[in-house]
């Protein structure tokens, strides 16, 4: 559909979840309902030339720990940048093609869940006392892949009136307003 709207000169931008800073960040908290997928440049790439069309730009943007804006045109219409082959060899460094590198991150997001879950039972032991702050899908990945119920986080707290007086999905952690934080 892409091909067919953009005009031989045209360009298409989107910008998506990075791939490339999930692994090497562990922020496997980027992975829930509306992210099924995570692309990386040379995947973005190859699905767009398969459709007669190729990254030509990239812009990595801070947002949610790492996105990537992706440049997308008509295939041989617009050099691409060197900022893009860059990223490329980057990506080839980084082992996105490599099941080793995918075994690797299973491995940190376990050790990063066995060190929170460390974290949070000990400030338990001590007495202290733990609270959310902001009833997102990224803490509902975070506190579902750990295990966090409500013996570990008191409550979460979100300034959205329509998210407080219920829970979180799956464990079940309490939702109550900012003001109570």
Do not use: W
């Amino acid at each position: 559909g892409i091909r067919i709207l953009l005009r031989p000169e045209g360009i298409v931008m989107f910008e998506d979840p990075y791939l490339g800073d999930v692994i090497e960040k562990t922020s496997y908290d980027q992975i829930y309902d509306e992210h099924a997928f995570l692309f990386s440049v040379s995947s973005i790439d190859y699905l767009f030339k398969m459709h007669g069309l190729q990254v030509v730009d990239i812009e990595p943007q801070p947002t949610h720990g790492g996105s990537m804006r992706y440049v997308i045109a008509n295939k041989g219409v617009r050099s691409v940048s060197r900022r893009t082959q860059e990223q490329l060899k980057k990506e080839k460094t980084l082992g996105l093609h490599k099941q080793q590198t995918y075994d690797m991150f299973h491995r940190n997001c376990k050790k990063s869940k066995v060190g929170l879950m460390a974290l949070l039972h000990k400030i338990k032991k001590e007495g202290k006392r733990v609270v959310g702050y902001a009833a997102t899908s990224k803490s509902t990945t975070v506190t579902n892949y750990c295990g966090i119920t409500p013996e570990l986080v008191e409550f979460i707290s979100d300034t959205t009136p329509i998210k407080q007086g219920k829970f979180s999905p799956g464990v079940h952690i309490p939702i109550r307003p900012y003001e109570e934080f």
